[in-house]
């Protein structure tokens, strides 16, 4: 199944936290899918982790270091999934 939308948005939806990748919902997608993905996920947390937030507004923080958590959460379940299955990416 080809990915519905803008594949940044989904990437910029995952660091936001209105949607999670889990390995039965990235079943349906093709290996060039997955790949997309993934180049999605890591431009997104480049463009993240480039923002610079004041060290002195903690909710600003702890907001951009929540989103670097739930990209690396997303590209290591991603990643798991492509090695289970054989993707190469």
Excluded: W
């Excluded at 519905?4 to 997608?29: E, H, I, R, T």
């Excluded at 937030?53 to 990209?71: C, Y």
Aim: aromatic share 4%; charged share 20%; net charge positive.
């Amino acid at each position: 199944m080809a990915i519905s939308g803008n594949p940044k948005k989904l990437a910029q939806d995952v660091a936001g936290g209105f949607y999670s990748l889990s390995p039965p919902g990235l079943k349906k997608y093709t290996p060039a899918d997955l790949k997309i993905i993934l180049s999605n996920l890591n431009l997104v947390q480049r463009e993240i982790r480039q923002t610079q937030v004041p060290l002195d507004d903690v909710a600003l923080v702890k907001a951009k270091n929540m989103q670097i958590s739930r990209l690396n959460q997303a590209l290591m379940v991603l990643r798991s999934h492509c090695k289970k299955m054989r993707i190469p990416i």
